[in-house]
């Protein structure tokens, strides 16, 4: 596991921009990915990146909005937010798992960071 610190996330209004930072403690060559959690749901995929970082996977409703990307030289994965709707709000996580590949589902991943509310008003 790496410990995983986010930044960045608050309130925005609609069409607006936020730009999460996610910092691991130590260099790793995993992959990571954001996930999205609105009350009472799931905790889903938004975007994900592998350690290379040559290959991105974003969800549908996300896509042409939201960009993952990545430095490894600051052990850090980056999610741009941008044309906000209501619908994003969630509280959104950061996770990194071993191996090259982007996992889709939670249970992929064995690094969480804190999680932090994004909020966009109407």
């Known amino acids: 596991q790496v410990q995983l610190v986010e930044s960045g996330g608050g309130l925005v209004q609609a069409g607006g921009s936020l730009r999460r930072s996610c910092a691991a403690a130590e260099r790793t060559f995993s992959s990571y990915a954001w996930f999205g959690q609105a009350p009472g749901q799931e905790r889903n995929i938004v975007a994900g990146?592998?350690?290379?970082?040559?290959?991105?996977y974003y969800a549908a409703s996300v896509k042409g909005r939201f960009t993952i990307s990545r430095d490894n030289a600051k052990n850090t994965a980056y999610l741009q937010m941008n044309s906000l709707k209501p619908e994003d709000t969630a509280v959104y996580y950061c996770?990194?798992?071993?191996?090259?590949?982007?996992?889709?589902?939670?249970?992929?991943?064995?690094?969480w960071g804190q999680g932090t509310q994004v909020t966009v008003s109407s």
């Open positions: 990146i592998n350690s290379s970082g040559d290959n991105t």
């Open positions: 996770a990194a798992r071993s191996g090259p590949r982007i996992g889709l589902n939670r249970d992929a991943y064995n690094s």
